[in-house]
């Protein structure tokens, strides 16, 4: 089954211990993007990567850091998390970086941080 | 600078009734990418539509139907004959046709839709 996923699905942490939220896709996706999605504010993109070795910063980048090393793996990693950061976290792909592609997104992971 | 307004938060309704879901779009480019996705209670997020600038027809799909109207900036979303499975969270997004390909979504801020029997 073409799938997103995510992991964990939910956590709980408190300021300053680093963590990471995986992010697979089985569909040889090019582009992959990190998203943040926060009461009255929709989704706001965080990172995004075109392809493999390839990432650059969204609209809210601050706090957070990826990797692209694999085609299908962007992990998202918090070196030092604020409360700040806690909201609902989407990973998306979709097949080329362009406009008209239907981005998937996966499950969506909820980041508490106390 | 891209913007998407949703500017209904919420919106109740009783099942049977339709319903309209406002979406305003602002954009310089001239190509560009409308999308529709829904996010039920459990939190998914679900893409129900994608139309491009120079399509202009109106799209239905089952109950669903969304009208475009590039005069307006416009991309309106109507479900008919509601029902309870309907409730969700509906975000509307757009996405530029820019050369770096960055695809990426400006959502709005979304709508909640509650269906009540």
């Known amino acids: 089954e073409a799938q997103v996923t995510q992991n964990p699905r939910y956590l709980i942490t408190v300021t300053g211990k680093k963590l990471t939220v995986t992010c697979s896709q089985n569909?040889?996706?090019?582009?992959m993007s990190w998203y943040r999605q926060d009461p009255g504010l929709g989704l706001r993109q965080i990172y995004y990567?075109?392809?493999?070795?390839?990432?650059d910063k969204g609209d809210v980048p601050e706090g957070y850091k990826v990797s692209r090393k694999e085609k299908r793996n962007f992990p998202l990693i918090l070196e030092s998390p604020s409360p700040n950061q806690t909201s609902l976290y989407f990973c998306a792909s979709s097949l080329q970086g362009s406009s008209y592609n239907e981005q998937f997104f996966g499950p969506g992971t909820r980041l508490t941080v106390l | 600078a891209q913007k998407v307004t949703q500017a209904q938060t919420e919106i109740s309704v009783v099942e049977k009734e339709d319903v309209t879901l406002d979406c305003v779009y602002e954009?310089?480019?001239?190509?560009?990418?409308l999308f529709w996705y829904k996010q039920p209670p459990s939190g998914e997020l679900v893409f129900l539509i994608r139309?491009?600038?120079?399509?202009?027809q109106n799209e239905i799909s089952g109950r669903y139907s969304w009208n475009f109207q590039k005069s307006t900036s416009s991309f309106n979303f109507t479900i008919t004959a509601s029902q309870v499975v309907d409730s969700a969270v509906y975000f509307c997004a757009l996405s530029e046709a820019s050369p770096a390909g960055t695809d990426k979504l400006i959502f709005g801020t979304g709508t909640r839709l509650q269906v009540f029997p």
């Open positions: 569909m040889n996706h090019e582009y």
């Open positions: 990567s075109m392809n493999v070795e390839v990432t």
């Open positions: 139309r491009n600038s120079f399509d202009e």
């Open positions: 954009t310089r480019d001239t190509t560009y990418y």
